[in-house]
Every structure is written in C-alpha cells, then in structure tokens.
C-alpha cells in the first residue's frame, strides 16, 4: 500500500519540513495538518500510513484531508496535477513555456497548482525574470494581475522579491523604471516586490524613484506611511535638511500593521528625536510588549546606534535578549546580523571590548538580505572601527575605514561619515 501513496508521502513531508523517522515526527507532523486545515486527523492513521501501525487502505475522507494540507481541493485533483507540484518537472514546464509559450488562463492555473509547492515560488520568480528581460510588459501585468500568490510563506515571498527585483536592477533605470510604472499599480507586484524587497542601497536612486510611484499610486494607508517613513530616512541618512516640524501621524489601523513596520516608526521617533528620554523608551516598550520582539527591534537597534543611545540599547539587551535572538522568523540572518550588531555595541560601551570583537564575529554578513546588505555593513564596521580605535589598533582601524567608507559610498550615507571621523585613529608618519 505505501507504494501507491509514496508520492504523497513525500509531499506532505516536503510541505511541512518534517522528516517523518520516528514515532515523535508523526506527532508533530498531526499537528501541522491539523493546524493547517482546521479539521483533525487520527493519530493512528498518520502511523498507519507512515508505517508505524500494520497498514490498512486509507479512507477517502483522510485522502482527501491529506490533498486539502497540499492545497488541492480532492485527491482525485492531486492525482491529476501531482507532476505540476514536482520542482523540476514545474521548472522544466516554465522552460517550455519561456521557448514558446502563450500566457492565458491554462498557465495560471498550472502556475496556482505549482506554487502550491513553496519551493516552485523561485521558478515563477524566474520565469517572470524573463519576461522582465524580453519587455513583455502585457505579459507581466496578466501574471500579476491574475495569479493569486496566497500560498507563498514570508521566506518565499522574499525570494520571489530578491529575484525580480535583482533582475530589475540589471536593466537601463529608464527601462526599469517604466517596467515599475506600469505594474506598481497592481497590488500583486506592489506588494510582492517593492514592498517587500526594501532596498537600502538604492535609497538613493532607482528605490526613492520606485517608492514615489508606490505613493502616487497606491491609497492603502500602510503603503502610504511606509513611503513616508523611507523617505525621512532617506533624508536622515544622507544629511538632508529635513522639516523638524514635519510629523508622520499614525494611521488609524497602526495596531494591525506588520512589526516590522512598526518598528520602522520607532527608527523614525529615535532618529527625529533631540533627546532619547524615557517618553520615547516608555512607547518602545509598549510596542515590545503587544508585538515580536525580534521583528519589531530591527530598525530600533540600528537607530539607536546612530543616536548613541548606548544606555537604552543595553536595557533592551538586558531585557529582551532571548526574544532578540529567536530565530523562527524568515529573515533572522538579518535580524541576528542587527542584534549582534546592537550588543556589540553595548559589549563597546562597557568598555568589554573582547566581547564586543566576538559579538561581531558572530555576524555572517554573506547571509544578510541582499536590501539590507550595504546598510548592515555600515553598523558593521562602524562598530568594528569604534573597537579598533579603543584598543588603538591601527590596523584594523584602517581597514575597517575602508570597507566603510565603500559602503557609505554605495549607499550616499553621507551622515556616517561624521560619525566615522570619530573614530579615526591618526596615524604618524617617520
């Protein structure tokens, strides 16, 4: 009997990460299913069927309960389209499609079947890709207007993003641009990829360009306010005069926006702020009460740093260091890059500096969302010339100024460059 089902086996084990070995794995496999598809399935059939109990033939309820966990309506639909759910043979489909291929209402509906499988997110991500590079700008607006993408997870949404927008950036800006024109309109793509793919290193460039179609376009009122939020750093961060009496007013549905962006209004606060009091440590604490701690701090530690808000930095270490460091979240490389980052720092201004050189050697830049790369790598050696210059190591001092310096110069933060002169050690000439 496990032969007839084997394919289906493999699905659902591919599915939910669970590699069912023991006894144990079909406990939280159960779990998964039943979380996922709100109806409950027996213990001893899931052991039945994974080879733990004498095998019986599954009933077509339980079937049909295992087709729904993998996003078909039936089993009988599974059967039916189980070679779209397959990676390679789905790849190889786009390969055809890519050589002469028509885009109608067939290949939607292959695309829905094939992303049920999350790993097929970064083929449509491809294939899209493509029609980037070919100008098929009708095609790109079907796609994105008629594919649902419901079933990508936050970590394939990211992939999906990184991919099309890494293949955006290889075009002419004009050429980009006018691709960006014509699909920023449509909330798929806005959401998918300029929303989701936050690009500090073109912050200044193609991104603020990308950011004021979203504005000019898009009414949602976190679309709105996220613009706004980028657009004030923007102007922090390269040194331009900004209005100190301009304030972002909360919207209304402020409580029910994602963490990270709440947490990019607290930068904001930090950043605008003369003073660090306890007015803007008691409303921090408040978020980091209702919100995931490691989502909400990513922009919160950054700022802080740039405030050299140290005593505020080290309290929420002390305070929230396990939450910090959870790592169940799609972009925890950046986010443990970050927190390493701030503690560091905090590591810096308590004088431990052997900890401090630790904390960052803990970071793996190479792993960091390519958006944030050059941004993280700014804290990164600031923070790595701030320990040199305190230990009076002139070596490393100057290569730490180096790598800065090439990262502010990819990304026109010019403020940083104050902060570095700081931390500058001069060196004698005999």
Known sequence: MKNNFAQLLIDIQKKSGITVERVRDVKSLKEEIETVTQQKIGYNTLRRFYGFLPHTIPSKATLTLLSKYLGFTSYSSYISNKLNYDEWYFQQKLLHLQLNGKLDADVIALMEIGLINKNNSIAVANFISHLIEHNDIKGLQFIFNSLSFQNLTDSDCLKFSTIVTFRLLTLEKKRAIEVYKALVPLPNFRNLVPLYYIDYTHLVGIYAEVLALIQATSSAPSDV??????????????????????????????????????????????????????????????????????????????????????????????RYYEDLFETSSWSYKTTDALNLIGLANVNWYRQNYVSARRNLELVELDKVELGYFEYISIFYYLTLLKISFAEQDAQLNDSAHQALSLSILKTKFVRFEIEMKKYLLVRTTT
């Open 225 to 318: 306010f996220f613009v706004r939020l980028m657009q004030y750093y923007k102007s922090y961060f390269t040194a331009t005069a900004v209005n100190p009496k301009e304030i972002i007013a909360l919207p209304t549905h402020f409580a029910t926006f994602h963490p990270v962006l709440k947490g990019r209004y607290l930068g904001y606060l930090i950043l605008k702020a003369e003073k660090i009091d306890k007015q803007i440590a008691r409303v921090i604490f408040n978020e980091f009460k209702r919100n995931q701690v490691s989502l909400l701090a990513q922009e919160v530690i950054a700022t802080l740093i740039v405030k050299e808000a140290y005593q505020l930095l080290a309290l929420i270490f002390d």
